[in-house]
């Protein structure tokens, strides 16, 4: 079965600083990776994905993400985070090899950037 | 319409009572989901729809759940008999691609609808 774990709860980060949400996943086929963000009383945004290719990929907003395959990895990433920012985050797979198309969704990672 | 559409907002039910959710999906998106998302948890997955076909309905968490799109356009999730651990936010995204092997693979989420039981 297919799965996702965000490893932290919360990260704070100082406005201005990089920050980094953690995202590890297990698949039985090649990974079609997410990350979505979550306002308050909002639904989910699409923020990027990593379908194949190369495996930096840029998304909303100046986050990226990076898929490592051998870590099974994709941690999203920003070099100056903005107080804006502050959301609450989810990483999400499908299978390609599962029949149908559901998502996976980690548990959330709540970010706090402060001023 | 420029978006996934959800209604109503916010319901309160009594349990017992019978409740029904309704998406707008995106024009022209030929994939329809449903996701139930409890306070403090990520999405779990509740149903598939591709065009009118219900392909995938695994997540549904007892048969009092029950979903429909009849015309392949707007769907309905019904949840018959209502219980306190029903309360939760319902989320609907649809998306682009029929196989799921197309670059247009993200799904677009509606605002859910918060479901409470009393």
């Known amino acids: 079965a297919q799965s996702v774990a965000q490893p932290e709860d919360q990260v704070n980060v100082a406005e201005g600083n990089p920050l980094t949400v953690k995202c590890t996943y297990s698949?039985?086929?090649?990974?079609?990776l997410f990350w979505y963000v979550q306002y308050p009383n909002r639904g989910l945004q699409f923020l990027l994905k990593y379908i194949t290719g190369d495996n930096l990929v840029k998304g909303s907003y100046g986050f990226e993400a990076e898929f490592n395959k051998s870590q099974t990895s994709f941690h999203l990433k920003k070099p100056s985070a903005l107080v804006s920012d502050s959301a609450l985050y989810f990483c999400a797979v499908r299978d390609t090899l599962r029949a149908g198309n559901m998502l996976t969704f980690g548990g959330g990672t709540r970010l706090m950037v402060k001023p | 319409g420029a978006g996934v559409s959800q209604s109503p907002r916010y319901k309160v039910a009594k349990r017992g009572q019978d409740v029904a959710l309704r998406c707008d999906p995106i024009s022209g998106h030929v994939s329809l989901f449903w996701y139930q998302q409890a306070l403090g948890q990520g999405p779990e997955f509740l149903t598939y729809f591709q065009n009118e076909a219900q392909l995938d309905k695994s997540g549904l968490p007892s048969d009092r759940f029950f979903a429909e799109r009849p015309e392949g356009s707007v769907s309905t999730l019904k949840i018959q008999r209502t219980q306190q651990e029903d309360s939760a936010v319902y989320l609907c995204?649809?998306?682009?691609?029929?196989?799921?092997?197309?670059?247009?693979?993200?799904?677009?989420f509606g605002q859910g609808t918060r479901l409470t039981v009393v």
């Open positions: 698949v039985s086929g090649n990974p079609y």
């Open positions: 995204a649809s998306s682009l691609d029929p196989q799921g092997y197309l670059e247009n693979t993200e799904a677009f």
